[in-house]
């Protein structure tokens, strides 16, 4: 499977996948998800359970593969689901794509990368050091509020993750 920049630009073959072309387009409608949500409840969603969800989420490409963009420009993301306690997106990522140094405000996170891998900065309680977590494929990292991190792609293949947050995001800084 290979895939395309919005501009029809191929990108690479990500390693284990057939040699087939895949089209990326298709229905953005967001409440084609609702079935991948946890169930409702009034209690805010824990983090085991915000985990849960992106893992099920990245685990299920066939439900939002023909949604993937790659923007050569910019890192693309697509709101998948909203509730009252929390959100999902799926982002995608291409070599040298990054985020900056930011937090959430008062939402935790949770990110699932469900294609290539990504890397976290942080810095280290002494403040001085950086400290590089790996995300791969089947791996999750959780967040709490107020955590300070750079996400990055620093490899030669896109990567592809989703995130959820709880409470929604009000805002990135």
């Known amino acids: 499977m290979s895939f395309t920049t919005s ?5 690479g073959t990500p390693a284990g996948t057939a040699s087939s ?9 967001p409440s084609r998800f609702a079935h991948l949500a946890p169930a409702a409840s009034d209690a805010p969603p824990t983090l085991a359970q915000l985990a849960h969800h992106a893992r099920t989420i990245a685990a299920r490409p ?4 023909h949604l993937v963009r790659f923007d050569p420009a910019q890192r693309w993301r697509l709101r998948l689901h909203q509730e009252a306690g929390y959100e999902a997106w799926l ?23 469900a294609l290539g891998e990504l890397h976290e900065h942080t810095t ?17 990292r959780i967040w709490g509020a107020r955590n300070v991190r750079e996400i990055l792609n620093p490899t030669s293949a896109p990567a592809i993750s ?6 929604p995001l009000p805002e990135i800084r």
């Not at 990054?98 to 008062?106: A, F, K, V």
């Not at 309680?125 to 790996?134: E, K, L, S």
């Not at 989703?162 to 409470?167: A, E, G, N, Q, T």
């Open 7 to 11: 501009a029809g630009t191929p990108v």
């Open 21 to 29: 072309s895949l089209t990326l387009d298709g229905d953005l409608d």
């Open 62 to 65: 066939e439900d939002w593969r």
């Open 91 to 113: 982002m995608s990522w291409l070599p040298g794509q990054r985020t900056g140094m930011h937090d959430h405000g008062d939402s935790a996170a949770v990110i699932a990368v």
């Open 124 to 140: 280290a309680p002494n403040g001085a050091d950086t400290v590089v977590h790996v995300i791969g494929p089947d791996r999750v």
């Open 162 to 167: 989703v995130h959820v947050y709880s409470p």
